[in-house]
């Protein structure tokens, strides 16, 4: 079976926890995302860093994030939300970044759990 993930490195503007989602700024390096508005959210840390170090970030496939609330795996996308964490995705200026990868042996998740997702970007503007 073929890896289809694309990670690609990036510096950070300010320290970063593993599995955060990130976005760029307009310097071209990248910080942790905030919120489910954010147009500019590239992708997943793949660990954590301080600022000016170099990070893998996943910008496009299957990846770990942080869960910011409750999410049932009945729940299929995700947004982003503060400290780079993901909530199950509502609201009609928001947009999903991902779809949560269900698990038997997970079937649902709390704040600060771990989630397997496949991130696709800020897409799926609820109209």
């Not at 990130?22 to 500019?40: E, L, M, Y």
């Amino acid at each position: 079976m073929a890896d289809n993930n694309i990670i690609v490195s990036f510096i950070a503007d300010g320290a970063i926890t593993e599995f955060a989602l990130v976005s760029v700024t307009a310097a071209g390096k990248i910080s942790v995302t905030t919120a489910g508005t954010d147009t500019r959210c590239v992708g997943v840390a793949q660990r954590a860093c301080a600022s000016g170090d170099s990070v893998e970030v996943l910008v496009s496939g299957l990846t770990r994030v942080i869960a910011g609330a409750t999410i049932a795996n009945s729940i299929s996308l995700v947004m982003a939300t503060a400290a780079g964490k993901v909530t199950p995705h509502t609201g009609s200026t928001k947009y999903s970044i991902g779809q949560v990868i269900p698990n038997i042996n997970q079937v649902s998740s709390v704040a600060n759990d771990q989630i397997l997702i496949n991130f696709t970007g800020p897409q799926n503007l609820i109209p």
